[in-house]
Every structure is written in structure tokens, then in C-alpha cells.
């Protein structure tokens, strides 16, 4: 099994400036942008549409990302139709290793 079928489904984009950011692709790439609730840290979040697929831009230090993310791509989601398969495809597949 691979990841044949697999989409993008979220990408989590850190900023110095999400405004500007936010406002930068949606004026240059046409993105059509909406803020949702940013959970248990109040406030909204601009999250812009890419196809199927969505584009939050967060600040660093945001609990929506990783605690020492700078600027950049924090994260990544694929959409996948069979989870469990892809889960045992990993792991038969990926040297496990400790965390650095």
C-alpha cells in the first residue's frame, strides 16, 4: 500500500506577520481567506482555501504549532482513505527510533 489517493489537507505556515501574510496570499494567489476560532487560545486564525485543501498562517509560539517553530511550514496533513492501512504500512516500513 502507498499513498495513492492521499491529498493535501492542511498545511500550518508560521509567520512573523500573519496580516500581512494572510493579506499577501490572498492578493497575490487570489486565496480566499476566513478567520475561524483558534480553539482554546481565543482570538481567530486566517485560514485560506487551496483547492480541497486549507492554509492557517499562525504565529510562532501559537499552541496550533510547534513550540519552537520559527517562520515556515510547521506542519503538513494528508487526507487518506484508510488510515489503519496507511498506519501498517509505515510501521512496516519506517526504522523506529528514539526522539532525539
Do not use: N
Amino acid at each position: 500500500m502507498a499513498l495513492a489517493g492521499a491529498r493535501l489537507g492542511w498545511v500550518g505556515l508560521v509567520s512573523s506577520d500573519v496580516a500581512a501574510t494572510a493579506a499577501a496570499l490572498e492578493r497575490v494567489l487570489g486565496l480566499t481567506r476566513a478567520d475561524l476560532p483558534a480553539g482554546p487560545a481565543g482570538g481567530t486564525v486566517p485560514v485560506l482555501a487551496v483547492g480541497a485543501a486549507a492554509l492557517a498562517v499562525v504565529p510562532a509560539g501559537h499552541p496550533m504549532v510547534s513550540p519552537a517553530t520559527k517562520s515556515g511550514v510547521d506542519h503538513v496533513a494528508l487526507c487518506v482513505e484508510d488510515l489503519g492501512g496507511i498506519l501498517v504500512h509505515l510501521v512496516e516500513r519506517t526504522p523506529l527510533r528514539g526522539l532525539p
